[in-house]
């Protein structure tokens, strides 16, 4: 099977460092609102777990297409690093351990929001923060740069569209929203010239004002 070339256009893959950003910022901030929620308010409550599903989908979404699109790849086109590979894929599997703890954890404290099921749930997404920033930091230190010689432009995108349609339509300005927070401005231009025109006037104008209320409301009530 061929591979890129030196001559060959590359993947943008400082694209993916962004969306971790995502992950390595929520992954601190829900404990915190966990922790500072009033079990009495239902409404905050709902609130904060329908947040924490979402995330916890966002990183499913993203996992699952490295798993399916990227490290078949790797493993087929750079063998000297097949155990690099392995472990990435080991790290991925005791994430998914943590995240499905978090959601059993999630359920039992939206049913019953009390100190001692917040506490679990806060300490939950604690552990599996830990253990992803463990597995980003070498992704990115490791993978990437295999990626960039490994992988092809048309390729990478396949990454993008798997994410894209593994999430809810609806919830599609907040995973947007969330990747461009901490974007700077050549990171967003990047990212939104990568999405047809329509889209990217959307997400410039009605979608980021739909995110801005979201996250307003979640970090602020």
Do not use: C
């Not at 990217?200 to 979201?214: C, E, K, N, P, V």
């Amino acid at each position: 099977m061929s591979v890129p070339t030196a001559t060959d256009r590359r993947p943008n893959v400082q694209e993916m460092t962004v969306i971790h950003r995502v992950f390595r910022r929520e992954l601190v901030m829900i404990p915190r609102l966990v922790r500072a929620a009033d079990g009495r308010n239902t409404d905050r409550v709902r609130l904060v777990g329908e947040h924490i599903e979402f995330l916890l989908a966002f990183l499913h979404a993203h996992h699952s297409g490295e798993d399916e699109l990227l490290w078949p790849r790797l493993l087929d086109r750079a063998a000297p690093s097949a155990g690099l590979v392995h472990t990435m894929q080991e790290q991925h599997a005791r994430v998914e351990q943590y995240t499905e703890a978090a959601h059993d954890a999630l359920r039992q404290w939206v049913g019953a929001p009390a100190a001692a099921t917040g506490e679990r749930l806060a300490g939950l997404v604690d552990e599996l923060h830990a253990a992803l920033v463990t597995h980003l930091d070498l992704e990115e230190h490791e993978i990437l740069p295999l990626v960039s010689r490994y992988v092809t432009v048309e390729e990478w995108a396949l990454l993008a569209e798997h994410g894209k349609n593994a999430m809810p339509r609806k919830q599609l300005p907040l995973v947007f929203g969330a990747i461009l927070e901490d974007a700077d401005p050549a990171e967003r231009a990047e990212l939104l010239a990568a999405v047809p025109a329509p889209i990217r006037f959307f997400l410039r104008t009605a979608g980021a004002r739909q995110y801005r209320r979201y996250i307003t409301r979640l970090r602020t009530g």
